[in-house]
């Protein structure tokens, strides 16, 4: 998944991030590269 604005693929703050529609194609998308940068993920199906 290519990002136009590396800074926004940067996780901080200690709150989760939800991720709403993530059993969809790129919602699982999403939340698995949110996983791999250190991110806490909270889903809605």
Do not use: K, W
């Amino acid at each position: 998944m290519s990002n136009p604005n590396p800074a926004s693929a940067t996780v901080s703050g200690p709150g989760p991030v939800v991720v709403a529609g993530a059993t969809g194609d790129l919602g699982r998308r999403i939340v698995r590269e949110l996983l791999a940068a250190g991110a806490r993920v909270r889903v809605l199906t």
